[in-house]
């Protein structure tokens, strides 16, 4: 069982900068790719990006060039740096995590609120 602490919420004008953190712990044998999700209110969750162990990063058309996803190995902790705000960005941020290519877990989400 893996567990998922997000992190770095919050609210800030636009065209400001925000850090999410995803914290994994648990019984971990190996994370084959960490990623993130929003929500926003009245909206399905969707896809904002994802970063696989060979490196390559996929990011959603929306966030390309804004955002950029990063991962800790040692510390089992993942970040979503996201710049250059929009209030359209405003949603609640999920983790994501695969591990042992089977088994996916969520984090309980972190609320991010862009003022325009």
């Known amino acids: 069982q893996v567990h998922l602490v997000e992190s770095g919420g919050g609210l800030v004008q636009a065209g400001g900068s925000l850090r999410l953190s995803c914290a994994a712990s648990?019984?971990?044998?190996?994370?084959?790719?960490m990623g993130w999700y929003r929500q926003a209110p009245g909206k399905p969750r969707e896809f904002v990006a994802v970063?696989?162990?060979?490196?390559?990063?996929v990011y959603a058309d929306s966030v390309k060039g804004r955002f950029s996803i990063t991962r800790d190995n040692a510390k089992d902790t993942g970040y979503l740096e996201m710049n250059n705000l929009k209030p359209e960005d405003t949603a609640v941020y999920y983790c994501r995590v695969v591990e042992s290519s089977i088994y996916v877990y969520w984090g309980q989400g972190t609320q991010v609120t862009v003022s325009s």
């Open positions: 970063l696989y162990n060979s490196g390559s990063a």
């Open positions: 648990g019984s971990i044998r190996s994370i084959d790719a």
